[in-house]
């Protein structure tokens, strides 16, 4: 089936920096999107989500980008603290099942 | 509000052993997922119930694994026999309800170890 995929299996930032995590996807009836973060030994987390009938959705210091003619979704992450460390994932509805990417894992340097 | 709760944490088993996971979801979800996650990799949905009906278990491996949640509150997810490839993280998640857009809430899940 269609799947959805990172860029990037690595990031590492600076603190304080501005993080950017991208993912693909392939399945343009794809309606919903979210992000989730995972770190180590614990469940993933819910971090944010977007409907595909929006472009932009923004959290606490998290904003989602969604581009429908690419196929490509964006998570900012501002200000990036020590504590952002951790796998981040893409997942995408299709058919009612959640279907997830590959993870990438941000490293934040003191 | 307590969170998903599973058991045990980590398990060690021979191959061509059987194994069970516990799973305790957050009180009062009607829905309760099983994923597996292999290293390096995204979680992938086995198997999700409503309340004590399977409501997709497209993905899982029947002839092996078997899920239950007979009372619709607690679940286990048994292997039997396990095979190598079978290591990975079982993750347990509950939500209000069974669309895709209730949000999810995960266990820290079992990691599981075939040799």
């Known amino acids: 089936g269609e799947s959805v995929g990172l860029h990037l299996p690595t990031l590492s930032v600076q603190e304080g920096d501005n993080s950017i995590i991208n993912c693909a996807y392939s399945?343009?009836?794809?309606?919903?999107f979210i992000w989730y973060k995972q770190e180590s030994g614990k469940g993933p987390q819910f971090i944010i989500d977007?409907?595909?009938?929006?472009d932009k959705r923004q959290g606490q210091r998290v904003t989602v980008l969604l581009n429908k003619t690419v196929k490509h979704l964006s998570l900012q992450i501002a200000a990036t603290q020590p504590g952002d460390s951790a796998v981040y994932f893409c997942?995408?509805?299709?058919?009612?099942?959640?279907?997830f990417g590959q993870g990438t894992e941000l490293s934040v340097k003191p | 509000e307590a969170g998903v709760a599973q058991s045990p944490r980590y398990k060690i088993i021979e191959k061509r052993q059987s194994v069970a996971f516990w799973c305790n979801p957050i009180?009062?979800?009607?829905?309760l997922y099983w994923y597996q996650q292999i290293l390096g990799q995204g979680p992938k949905l086995l198997i999700q119930?409503?309340?004590?009906?399977?409501?997709?278990d497209s993905q899982l491996p029947k002839d092996r694994f078997s899920a239950e949640r007979l009372k619709g509150v607690d679940s286990t997810l048994k292997i039997q026999p396990a095979k190598l490839e079978d290591s990975a993280v079982y993750l347990c998640?509950?939500?209000?309800?069974?669309?895709?857009?209730?949000?999810?809430?995960f266990g820290p899940g079992t990691r599981l170890t075939v040799t």
């Open positions: 998640a509950s939500s209000p309800g069974h669309s895709v857009f209730y949000e999810q809430y």
């Open positions: 009180s009062g979800h009607a829905t």
């Open positions: 977007i409907r595909s009938n929006m």
């Open positions: 119930f409503q309340n004590n009906g399977v409501v997709d």
């Open positions: 997942a995408e509805n299709q058919g009612g099942k959640l279907i």
């Open positions: 399945n343009s009836a794809s309606d919903y």
